[in-house]
């Protein structure tokens, strides 16, 4: 959480991060009401999310790991996949 409430911040979308041993129910509700209603954190939090919307996160997190996978094993990866492509289409 601390890394990406530090993203968050550094984007102009949110209040500074509270680290943990500072934080409390009224250090909290302060940066929750900042996060709110501060126009700017919140024009720029609608930035992020249009961004965000026009990825699919999972299928880039597929390929990377797939490309990791391929370079490591390259003859396992394909045969394995071959075979589970198989047995899908065996359904």
Not at 37 to 66: I, K, P, S, Y
């Amino acid at each position: 959480q601390p890394f990406m409430a530090a993203r968050v911040h550094a984007l102009g979308a949110g209040p500074p991060p509270i680290p943990v041993g500072q934080l409390t129910a009224r250090r909290l509700a302060e940066a929750i009401e900042a996060a709110v209603t501060d126009e700017t954190m919140r024009a720029h939090a609608r930035r992020a999310a249009d961004a965000l919307a026009g990825e699919d996160g999972v299928a880039a997190a597929v390929a990377a790991v797939e490309a990791e996978v391929r370079k490591a094993y390259p003859e396992t990866y394909w045969e394995t996949r071959a075979r589970a492509e198989a047995a899908a289409g065996a359904d």
